[in-house]
T-cell receptor, first 113, second 112 residues
């Protein structure tokens, strides 16, 4: 079974530039999460999808962050414009249903310079 | 919202010894408590989880205990091996919105 696939693995951009991350969840998983992980910290939820509906985006900084999950499968997370403080690892995870095991992707390490 | 406290932040043990990591949570409505292991530069991977209707769960060398009254749960690793060295995260999930809140992690080092 293929796991959660994220791309790119690494991204370096200058501040004020836009950036986008892509996630392909495990086939059949209805629930998709985007997490932010700072160095030495646990993952923090940005947004959770149930199929194509964003059911929890309370932690997403909506002034610069946006996400979509068209057709309830792949998802993209965008930052525009990026700030220095956005440097972190962005993790995507999926699960068959909420409150069941979440499988994580390898993450995208973003460096804003 | 939920708040998860995890300690210790670092733990060093000798190979073969046991390791215990403890977490407390604030929301008494939480009912799902997974533990994740994250090796350097890799993705977090679930190693064990427990639900609120169970007090203890064991899987080979790892076990998790849950005390709902005190709102704390613990990870126990016995007969530690160097490959157990990693960062371990506990988490708690709120009933209703299923938001998984993570602790800050414990860096476990198993010395040969």
């Amino acid at each position: 079974e293929a796991g959660v696939v994220q791309s790119p693995r690494y991204k370096i951009i200058e501040k004020k530039q836009p950036v986008a991350f892509w996630c392909n969840p495990i086939s059949g998983h209805n629930t998709l999460y985007w997490y932010l992980q700072n160095l030495g910290q646990g993952p923090e939820l940005l947004i959770r999808y149930e199929n194509e509906e964003a059911v929890d985006d309370s932690q997403l900084p909506k002034d610069r962050f946006s996400a979509e999950r068209l057709k309830g499968v792949d998802s993209t997370l965008k930052i525009q414009p990026a700030e220095l403080g956005d440097s972190a690892v962005y993790l995507c995870a999926s699960s068959q249903a909420a409150n069941t095991e979440a499988f994580f992707g390898q993450g995208t390490r973003l460096t804003v310079v | 919202g939920e708040n998860v406290e995890q300690h210790p932040s670092t733990l060093s043990v000798q190979e073969g010894d046991s390791a215990v990591i403890k977490c407390t949570y604030s929301d008494s409505a939480s009912n799902y408590f997974p533990w994740y292991k994250q090796e350097l530069g890799k993705r977090p991977q679930l190693i064990i989880d427990i639900r609120s209707n169970v007090g203890e769960k064991k899987d080979q060398r790892i076990a998790v205990t849950l005390n709902k009254t005190a709102k704390h749960f613990s990870l126990h690793i016995t007969e530690t091996q160097p490959e157990d060295s990693a960062v371990y995260f506990c988490a708690a999930s709120e009933v209703g919105n299923y938001k998984l809140t993570f602790g800050k992690g414990t860096l476990l080092t198993v010395n040969p």
